[in-house]
């Protein structure tokens, strides 16, 4: 009746560019998550492990990037880190593409390296003896091995860098070596409730609407 055919989709030749994010956030516009954030700055500013992974998973839509950007954004980063970079990753974990996003930032120009060892060494290079927030979101698949690769070469960044890993999988954010993973549960009533009624109300006066309010209970 519908048309609900099953049939195969590539989701990775026509989804890619529409799924980038990036670092900027309304702060005004968000509503909860609170608590996780003061959680995650605390743990975050204080922990002194060798280069610690954190990571944030759960269902598509739950918010873990605009949670991320709260974080990212955190005035507090912005004078504890010296380098901060953010990096879409989706689903292509391709090695190359990743280690110039991040080194592009830091050199505020296109890196031409196109062989993989160099580009490694190369970014080794800018980050040695540097403290920095490097966050990887929207991570799809386990590639073990890439990342193994990759987390060598971020290790040689200052004591108190740290990684950030968004994942709709849990199995990712674990075998990523996650020093703190966190599942991404929903709102919370009020704050539901609350985002309901900024996206049906926006900038009406809530004398406008607020008589709605028993029909929506």
Known sequence: MFDLT????DITADTYDWRLTNSLVNESEICGRRKEKEELLKILLTNDDD???YAIWGMGGFGKTTFTQLVY???????????RIWVCVSTDFDLRRLTRAIMEPIDGAPCDLQELVPLLQR????LTGKKFLLVLDDVWKDYTDRWSKLKEVLRCGAEGSAVIVTTRNEMVARRM??????????LSEEDSLHLFQQLA????????????????V
């Open 6 to 9: 099953p049939r195969a989709v």
């Open 177 to 186: 070596a996650a020093t703190f993973v966190q599942p991404m549960g929903r």
């Open 51 to 53: 280069l610690p992974i």
């Open 201 to 216: 109300f926006g900038m009406r006066k809530k004398e406008e609407w607020v008589h709605l309010e028993a029909i929506g």
């Open 123 to 126: 970014l080794q290079q800018k």
């Open 73 to 83: 954004n955190e005035e507090k980063f912005k004078q504890q880190f010296g380098l």
